[in-house]
């Protein structure tokens, strides 16, 4: 009997454990805005202060996945991963029984870092786990943990500090960490990498124009995401005119935008990568100039930021996914290369948005820009980027 396409077949279940850990790292990193208040008067500091642990968070990101992929550069993917994740398992623990603001302070620092290094581990490894047509919908289902976590994880660590207090989230996402930690165990190999190529052949990957641009793009596309997505609060409450509690519910339209958004790069971006950039493109940026017009009618928000999430996160996804196949000369840092850009937006994006707050829609049109520079990118480097991820 014939065996069926690899691109049917099941995904290995480690990897889901792998999204489960992605997962309880995206809820750490976002959950905290629901929590400051409780946080800062229980450890007697100001509001203003605790957003510290939110800026430690998003350094740590930054220059965490290529200092920790470096470092763990000799390791198996196993020891690797575990590693990370024991170390962001217990920084969690460490900040749920802290009494020390300073202390939870370099917690979220250390939980960066293992966060990064986790990721950019995870990205290679994940892609190892299956047939190299899949790599991108094993992509998919890692990062899908990070969408989940901004409908599900973030609400559900609000609700939890809200009814038991913020320490309580803090010991949930440790918890979360101990399936993922026996399912690295399980499912990824323990032997070494293989065959190693020198650190400086590495980095040497880095200069590769087609891997710039592609990092420049992906690096300019979720700084357009995460600068409109931070600001979404004055919008809803102020143009659109609805009260707090349509926060939430514009905050999860996104995020389950993104997580179809998500899974849609997953079941395309393996052969239609070229398609998805070329027709998503240019709809993300008609995207975010309709949400600035259209911000004081509610419906038309509301949908737009469904369809916006989805847009962002289907090209977040292919370029991700195009990324790696670009350094395959550097199995060691190409996931760190991935990770590294993606943060690099994450940060930039909600710094660029916060001058133009002047006005409650100039995050959408910040992002229009940056949407645009990224299509003034490709269409200017012209070359398409080779490998599995550019057949159509």
Request: charged share 10%; hydrophobic share 60%.
């Amino acid at each position: 009997m014939p065996l069926p396409p690899a691109r049917l077949l099941p995904l290995p279940l480690p990897l889901y454990l792998l999204a489960l850990a992605v997962f309880a790292m995206g809820t750490s990193e976002f959950m905290l805005a629901g929590l400051l208040p409780d946080l800062a008067r229980d450890l007697g500091v100001s509001v203003g202060a605790a957003g510290a642990l939110t800026s430690a968070f998003a350094v740590g990101m930054v220059i965490g996945a290529p200092l920790m992929a470096v470092l763990a550069r000799g390791w198996s993917g196993r020891a690797g991963l575990l590693g990370f994740v024991l170390v962001f398992l217990a920084a969690h623990v460490v900040g749920a029984v802290t009494t020390s603001f300073p202390v939870l302070l370099l917690s979220r620092f250390v939980a960066a870092l293992a966060n990064a290094g986790f990721l950019a581990l995870a990205l290679t490894s994940a892609t190892a786990m299956v047939a190299a047509d899949r790599k991108a919908r094993a992509l998919a289902v890692l990062l899908g943990g990070t969408t989940v976590a901004t409908v599900a994880g973030v609400p559900g660590g609000a609700l939890l500090g809200s009814l038991a207090g913020w320490r309580a989230a803090f010991w949930a996402v440790a918890a979360l960490c101990v399936p993922a930690a026996l399912g690295v165990l399980w499912g990824v190999p323990g032997g070494g990498r293989g065959e190693r190529t020198s650190l400086r052949g590495e980095f040497r990957v880095l200069r590769a124009p087609r891997l710039v641009r592609v990092m420049v793009l992906a690096a300019l596309v979720n700084a357009a995401t995460f600068g409109a997505f931070t600001f979404l609060a004055p919008v809803v409450t102020g143009p659109a005119g609805l009260s707090a509690p349509w926060v939430s519910v514009a905050l999860v339209l996104f995020g389950a935008g993104s997580f179809a958004g998500v899974t849609l790069a997953g079941r395309f971006a393996d052969r239609h990568a070229d398609r998805l950039l070329a027709v998503g493109g240019p709809l993300l940026l008609v995207g975010w100039l309709a949400l600035a017009a259209l911000a004081d009618r509610p419906a038309a928000l509301l949908a737009l930021l469904l369809v916006q999430g989805a847009l962002s996160f289907a090209l977040g996804g292919t370029l991700i996914a195009r990324i790696l196949y670009e350094a395959t000369g550097a199995p060691a840092l190409a996931g760190a290369y991935a990770t590294a850009a993606l943060n690099v937006g994450a940060v930039a994006g909600p710094l660029l948005a916060a001058p133009v707050l002047v006005r409650p829609t100039g995050p959408f049109l910040l992002s229009a820009g940056l949407v645009a520079a990224a299509l003034a990118v490709g269409v200017v480097s012209g070359s398409r980027p080779g490998g599995p991820a550019s057949r159509c």
